[in-house]
């Protein structure tokens, strides 16, 4: 429930004014969009498809209404309605789906929905209405006026003016509080806008980014570095001293946030005179004026490979819903999908080789185009994922293609000079399993690393076995319980008495029992290896007989493995 203060803060907010007058006035023009181009604008990090009714994304959004339940609103076709603290499990959360879904609003906009149980589920699918749901951390205000400027964007852009310009006299506002040239980026580094203010204290990195309309990557090197990136993402503002040898002005930075996601950024670079402490007061007020701006950029065109890239990861971590994903990206819903994965074979995480996954990702991009295999590639992290949908129904030739493919790439980013590991998850039957081979491909990658005779390329029909063991490994690290037992006890025994009992049994079980390729994988005679084993088999009482105790063996020695390489 909101206070009193809350509710008049939020009936003042842009976009969320509980009057009639528009509706009530024909000749005022509501600026509309389709749910999809609002998911799409905002971004499904902020906006997440939790249930879908019958109209879809196809609904056009035309107005956004707080839903109070002490005095409901008159829920009008096309609303956005905002369920602003309610909580699922309540009376009045189902009042308003049911009240929304009777007025065929576009959608119920709810937060958090997580640990919601049986109820709330079958609810939803009762309830013909659309339901998102937005980061705990998103402000309702922030919100509304978020929507409101997503509309505006709708019906500027319907009247064909743009909103460069807006971003380039925004830049100019934010130079003049800060006292110093400003540069608007995305979250890619790539230049949205600069100010004009201040041309004549232009520095080389400075004039690089604005001539090149990207950061150059001598001056990306020099930020990831000094970890301006990663303080960019921990704190309100960060700073760079100047640096003469590199003709580097200083500098302060800050992230434009919308809830938990980065849109974008603002740099300062010092003017005439020094960054004072106000300006760094000064920057922080610039980034909040900046998040709708730039909301309102990406609507008429800006980021659209972010905006691809968010949905793209929503879809493979099964955060969104695939029919939607499908109808913005034009993909095939009802067809066969696959994922691909590659993985640097040495790094340090993806801050340390951005060129180098976008020189794989530029690979990859050619060698699917000569394949004739459809991807939608995104880096997550320190690794290059590819979604290949709309694949024939027959999985044997396409698994087949699809190696091919991983060979092809693995061959030509060697050739780069990065060597890469590639992972081929199974082919499933309908876009909305891709979590499902992308999970496959999140197991195989690390373990390609972890045992480099398997790779470089792989699908996971060939590495199942050492997929689901590694598994087992990772469920046994959470239970200690299970870590005691014969293993553990021939362990304490080496240890105490300077042995190698466990290395013996290791060789034991890798020669599968073959005694005479385990003696020589020890360099020693049999018959010291027959004498070894039956010392094992006293000390810890493993039954070097039965298959349960050997399995069982093997499933200890390698989470002792694992946690020598943790």
């Not at 020099?222 to 001293?241: A, E, I, P, S, T």
Request: glycine share 6%; aromatic share 4%; proline share 5%.
């Amino acid at each position: 429930m909101l206070s009193d203060v809350d509710g008049e803060q939020m009936r003042r907010a842009p976009g969320v004014d509980s009057s009639e007058h528009d509706r009530d006035h024909p000749e005022v023009e509501q600026p509309t969009l389709t749910l999809a181009e609002l998911v799409d604008t905002l971004g499904p990090r902020m906006l997440r498809v939790v249930s879908s009714s019958a109209a879809g994304s196809a609904c056009l959004v035309r107005e956004v209404t707080i839903y109070d339940p002490l005095h409901p609103p008159r829920v009008q076709p096309g609303d956005v309605v905002l369920g602003v603290g309610l909580h699922p499990s309540t009376p009045a959360f189902a009042d308003m789906l049911e009240a929304s879904a009777a007025a065929r609003a576009a959608a119920v906009i709810v937060k958090p929905l997580e640990g919601t149980g049986r109820n709330i589920r079958e609810l939803f699918t009762r309830v013909d209405v659309t339901v998102i749901a937005v980061p705990a951390g998103m402000g309702w205000e922030q919100l509304s006026l978020l929507l409101r400027y997503a509309l505006d964007a709708a019906g500027a852009r319907h009247e064909g003016s743009g909103d460069a310009t807006d971003l380039f006299a925004l830049a100019n506002v934010i130079a003049r509080m800060v006292g110093g040239p400003v540069t608007i980026e995305d979250a890619q580094s790539r230049v949205l806008a600069y100010s004009t203010l201040y041309s004549d204290v232009v520095d080389n990195p400075r004039k690089q980014t604005i001539l090149g309309r990207q950061v150059p990557e001598a001056f990306l090197d020099l930020l990831q570095k000094r970890g301006v990136f990663r303080d960019l993402r921990d704190q309100k503002v960060v700073r760079m001293d100047a640096d003469p040898s590199l003709h580097l002005r200083a500098r302060m930075a800050i992230a434009v946030r919308a809830g938990d996601q980065i849109l974008g950024s603002l740099w300062v670079a010092e003017g005439p005179e020094p960054l004072s402490p106000d300006a760094e007061n000064a920057l922080v007020e610039a980034a909040r004026l900046a998040a709708v701006h730039l909301i309102r950029a990406r609507s008429s065109g800006y980021e659209p490979w972010q905006r691809r890239d968010e949905l793209l990861r929503q879809l493979l971590e099964d955060r969104a819903d695939a029919r939607m994903v499908a109808e913005t990206l034009g993909f095939e819903v009802d067809r066969p999908a696959a994922v691909l994965g590659v993985e640097l074979q040495t790094t340090d995480g993806l801050a340390a080789d951005q060129i180098s996954y976008d020189r794989l990702r530029n690979t990859l991009e050619a060698q699917a185009s000569a394949f004739r295999i459809k991807i939608a590639p995104i880096v997550v992290g320190a690794r290059l994922l590819a979604l290949m949908p709309g694949l024939s129904d027959e999985s044997d030739r396409v698994l087949a293609a699809i190696r091919r493919l991983g060979e092809a790439v693995a061959g030509a980013a060697t050739k780069l000079g990065l060597p890469v590991n590639v992972a081929i998850g199974p082919v499933v039957d309908k876009l909305r399993d891709a979590p499902l081979s992308h999970a496959a491909v999140s197991e195989m990658l690390p373990a390609l690393a972890a045992e480099p005779g398997l790779g470089p390329v792989a699908t996971i029909d060939e590495m199942r076995a050492v997929v689901t063991i590694r598994s087992l490994v990772a469920m046994m690290a959470k239970r200690p319980d299970l870590h005691a037992g014969p293993v553990a006890r021939l362990r304490t025994y080496d240890e105490q008495k300077g042995t190698n009992h466990v290395l013996t049994l290791r060789r034991h079980l890798e020669a599968t029992g073959d005694m005479t390729v385990a003696a020589r994988l020890l360099g020693i005679h049999t018959n010291t290896m027959r004498y070894r084993l039956r010392n094992i088999s006293q000390i810890s009482g493993i039954a070097l007989d039965d298959q349960a105790d050997l399995t069982m063996a093997w499933m200890h020695l390698k989470l002792i493995e694992r946690d020598a390489l943790a």
